[in-house]
């Protein structure tokens, strides 16, 4: 193999998607910190460094799955994958593709920074992403996965989840 | 004990704590009065579980790094000592699964049963507001493995304390039922929340190195949160000053037992036992 480039490594994990959110790369969803590429041929060895969204995401476990799988099937032998922490992942990390992405699937988007915390009973104003209706209402904070809560639109009467400002 | 000893036992306690309040949510699975309510305990017990996961994980590194005569007598369980003879090295599980109860650090509080869903409430309340305060402070401290944790779960527990507040108010703003329920829960787990600021040996030994966070300058901000959440729920803030402690050095209310007798049973009755 001839020496391979951070940026193809890139292109290869543009195709690993989030397996609770399939519309999402894990590009889009802004968890790729960084790539390592050292040494040519066959001691080529690829590491990459990937941030957990929330502390207990049970995706991330599949997650790196799905990176191992991409990075194999085109022959890099020689990779590890290291979680960091710090800095924390939060929705600002998120391209603005993504956002596309996710309200074309049905969910609405993070829409605030979220270095900007709201008040303790202060609550967002979310947008329906079927109808784009303002007259929505918080059903749950917390939805069928962590990053996700419960909105229920009051035009088009539709439910919808919302991937939180985090 | 030494600088390292006194960090793995914060950092346990920091495991511990986070583990017992996850495993007692996690009760709630199935059981939630509804099914949004089910699905909002169930994602914060997965929080906390995930940042026990990573704290045992950093525990366990720093115990393994000991030197073998200090490991040998760390914890009292024979199943950790045997491990420890055979010259294995410990993982997050072993530290989970394999310990018994006066090795278990967690502050009381987070032990006491679910009763109804107004203990449930108020026992995240104070402990949500608490870590509130102590993940600000824990963001910035030298350690690098806490800092980031404590950067983490500070957005978590954000949503958590939101929510938790809200049920205060709407459980204490309620009926005359919920309210009465709301007032008892409060006053009985009252007596438990002292401890969240009490600081041992271990605190006091990590605040001087800049790792800790000094809980008693939390208190008053504690405190006023809570107070300002109590006067919106029309509950009465109790005036005891009577307050149960122990739990950061070990000695705990008869409550984990019936925790770890269910949490530990499998890998206690079938070692290493793999899913």
Redesign the interface.
């Known amino acids: 193999m001839e020496g391979i480039s951070k940026e193809q490594v890139y292109e290869w994990l543009s195709t690993v998607t989030d397996p609770e959110v399939p519309a999402l790369t894990i590009l889009d969803l802004g968890i790729v910190r960084d790539v390592e590429v050292t040494g040519k041929g066959n001691d080529t060895a690829v590491k990459v460094f990937i941030t957990p969204t929330y502390s207990g995401c049970p995706a991330m476990d599949v997650i790196s799955i799905g990176i191992r799988m991409a990075l194999i099937s085109r022959g890099i032998g020689n990779l590890t994958i290291e979680m960091q922490l710090s800095p924390a992942w939060t929705t600002d990390w998120m391209t603005e593709e993504g956002k596309k992405k996710l309200k074309a699937y049905g969910i609405a988007p993070p829409h605030r920074k979220a270095f900007q915390p709201l008040g303790l009973f202060e609550e967002d104003k979310v947008t329906c992403p079927r109808c784009g209706s303002e007259e929505t209402e918080l059903v749950s904070q917390f939805g069928p996965t962590s990053c996700k809560a419960l909105y229920k639109c009051l035009s088009c009467k539709e439910p919808f989840e919302h991937f939180k400002c985090h | 004990m030494n600088k390292q000893r006194y960090l793995l036992d914060y950092t346990l306690r920091l495991a511990d704590d986070a583990l017992i309040i996850g495993h007692r949510l996690s009760e709630w699975c199935g059981h939630g009065p509804v099914l ?2 089910d ?2 305990l169930t ?2 017990s ?6 026990a ?2 704290l045992y994980q950093y525990a366990a590194e720093q115990f393994n790094r000991l030197p073998q005569g200090e490991k040998k007598n760390a914890f009292t369980s024979v199943a950790i000592q045997n491990l420890v003879a055979s010259g294995e090295n410990l993982g997050e599980d072993d530290l989970a699964y394999l310990r018994d109860g006066w090795d278990f650090r967690n502050m009381l509080l987070l032990e006491q049963p679910n009763i109804d869903w107004a203990y449930t409430i108020a026992r995240s309340f104070f402990y949500d507001t608490f870590n509130y305060f102590f993940f600000q402070h824990l963001a910035g401290c030298k350690d ?2 806490l ?3 404590a ?3 500070l ?2 527990v ?2 958590h ?3 938790s ?2 049920w205060v108010v709407r459980l204490g703003d309620g009926t005359s039922e919920s309210h009465q329920r709301m007032q008892h829960a409060v006053n009985e787990l009252w007596a438990y929340t002292g401890e969240l600021f009490v600081m041992n040996d271990t605190d006091k030994i990590m605040l001087q190195e800049g790792t800790g966070v000094d809980i008693e300058a939390i208190k008053p901000l504690w405190m006023q949160r809570v107070s300002a ?1 109590f006067e919106e729920a029309t509950i009465n803030t109790p005036t005891g000053t009577w307050m149960q402690q122990g739990g950061k050095e070990g000695r705990h209310t008869e409550q984990l037992g019936y925790i770890l007798a269910e949490l530990q049973f499998m890998q206690r009755a079938y070692p290493g036992m793999a899913w």
């Open positions: 949004e309510q699905i909002a994602n914060t997965l929080d906390h579980l995930g940042r996961r990573t690098e493995s800092a980031a944790v950067e983490k779960s957005k978590e954000t949503y304390l939101r929510w507040s809200e959440v």
